[in-house]
């Protein structure tokens, strides 16, 4: 079963407007943490934001924020004000805190922010 | 601080070859992980290293292997490649893989099989 599923494989934004990419998980442990990247065309993948399971409330980071609701396992990220720079693939990704310890990561997003 | 460096960035090699990548994780950082990324099947988990002991290992055929020197460098090989193989390969570095500890990426090797 997928674990991590980003049901939007492209969206597209006007510049200073907001947007919310869609993720939702799958697990059965009560500790874990969510993770938003973005890759530009380059390829690096850059993080964003975390969210621990057990985190009451969500997380911001500048421009970014999570919209975690855990009893319907989602963790949505919100770029408000988007630039033309945010243009590029995001990635959801969780890592469960047992012995697995790697990131499972979703499909990606392709974001297009139009002036 | 200098971020997470991986050679080569671009190689082409071609099928039966092997080849090796390398990845210098961020001063301090005893964690490495490896990823797979292609357009079929999206970022897969390669293996984990920590203090130089492989601790986990995704679903990858033995021709993929890897290992961790005592300066938490790593590195990663592919034999016997098959044209299947070619991908984006990044590496991540970070304290711990557990927690809110974050994975910092290279920019990756790109890697075709002809």
């Known amino acids: 079963a997928q674990k991590i599923t980003q049901t939007q494989p492209g969206m597209f934004v006007q510049e200073k407007e907001a947007v919310t990419l869609d993720c939702t998980y799958d697990?059965?442990?009560?500790?874990?943490?969510l993770f938003w990247y973005k890759q530009p065309s380059s390829g690096e993948m850059i993080f964003l934001i975390y969210q621990g399971s057990y985190d009451e409330q969500n997380a911001t980071e500048g421009r970014y924020s999570l919209n975690f609701q855990k009893a319907r396992k989602s963790a949505n990220l919100v770029i408000s004000a988007s630039q033309l720079g945010d243009s590029a693939m995001y990635f959801c990704a969780m890592r469960e805190d047992g012995s697995a310890r790697q990131l499972t990561f979703g499909s990606g997003t392709q974001l297009t922010v139009l002036p | 601080k200098a971020g997470v460096t991986q050679t080569p960035r671009y190689l082409i090699k071609t099928r039966g070859q092997q080849v090796t990548l390398s990845c210098s994780p961020i001063?301090?950082?005893?964690?490495v992980s490896w990823y797979q990324q292609t357009p079929g099947q999206g970022l897969q988990f390669l293996f984990e290293?920590?203090?130089?002991?492989?601790?986990n290992k995704g679903n990858f055929p033995g021709r993929f292997s890897g290992r961790q020197f005592s300066n938490s460098r790593s590195e990663m090989n592919v034999s016997t490649l098959e044209l299947g193989d070619s991908a984006l390969y990044l590496c991540?570095?970070?304290?711990?893989?557990?927690?809110?500890?974050?994975?910092?990426f290279g920019a990756g090797s790109r890697l075709t099989v002809l």
């Open positions: 991540a570095s970070s304290l711990e893989s557990a927690g809110a500890n974050v994975l910092t």
């Open positions: 697990t059965s442990d009560q500790s874990y943490g």
């Open positions: 001063s301090g950082h005893r964690s």
């Open positions: 290293y920590f203090s130089e002991t492989q601790r």
